[in-house]
């Protein structure tokens, strides 16, 4: 049985009142969750809380799951739906990150590596490193929410164009469009960190 054929029977049987196959699917998904939320929100009790209740709206919401896509993408959908509207909310949220590639596939080129990320060991170096990754960061907390979110699930959560896709509720096209223009925002932010 595969594990997306799996999930199908553990929310069948969610769906029949069995709080054990649901604990499971929560237990399966809980870290992936928590860590995309982490690229929202930089309060770690608060990701774990908004992970909480994006189980919590799933589990209330099991009925209307209709199983057109894998159930972790459909949860994925609410996890970034939930940390959108907590940033809406709060002025306290915020997006740090760092970029390592996660994901890639043949059609997909990889963001290029800066000659300084590459440590050579050096007070000089290690200080180029850290002023790299803040423009980074910064660069990527400056990119409208569409790129940002588009970015983050295929760099740090790995989700391929479909999954993306599904999970941002818009044609593939548009997923590698908003990917494409996030990453040359992010290397023009950095064109002065790149070594000759």
């Known amino acids: 049985m595969s594990a997306e054929e799996n999930d199908k029977a553990l929310v069948a049987r969610a ?13 399966k998904y809980q870290h992936r969750v928590q860590r995309l939320i982490a690229r929202y929100i930089r309060d770690p009790e608060l990701v774990f809380d908004l992970a909480q209740e994006t189980f919590i709206k ?10 057109d896509s894998a159930f972790y993408t459909w949860v994925y959908r609410i996890a970034v739906n ?40 050096t007070p000089e170096a290690i200080a180029a490193t850290e002023e790299l990754k803040t423009a980074i960061d910064r660069a990527i907390s400056d990119l409208p929410e569409d790129l940002r979110t588009a970015l983050t699930l295929r760099e740090m959560e790995g989700l391929s164009y479909d999954e ?3 999970v941002m509720g818009c044609p593939i096209g548009t997923v590698r469009s908003r990917i494409f223009r996030a990453r040359e925002a992010i290397e023009q932010s950095i064109e002065p960190f790149k070594g000759d």
Do not use: C, H, W
């Not at 799933?58 to 199983?67: H, I, M, S, T, V």
């Open 82 to 121: 939930t940390a959108k509207n907590q940033l809406a909310s709060d002025a306290r949220g915020g997006y740090m990150v760092s970029l390592n590639s996660g994901g890639s596939d043949e059609s997909d080129e990889p963001m290029m590596e800066p000659e300084a990320l590459r440590d050579g060991g």
């Open 58 to 67: 799933a589990y209330r919401a099991l009925e209307r799951f209709r199983g």
């Open 15 to 27: 769906r029949k009142g069995d709080r054990r196959a649901f604990d499971l699917l929560v237990l």
């Open 164 to 166: 993306i896709a599904a």
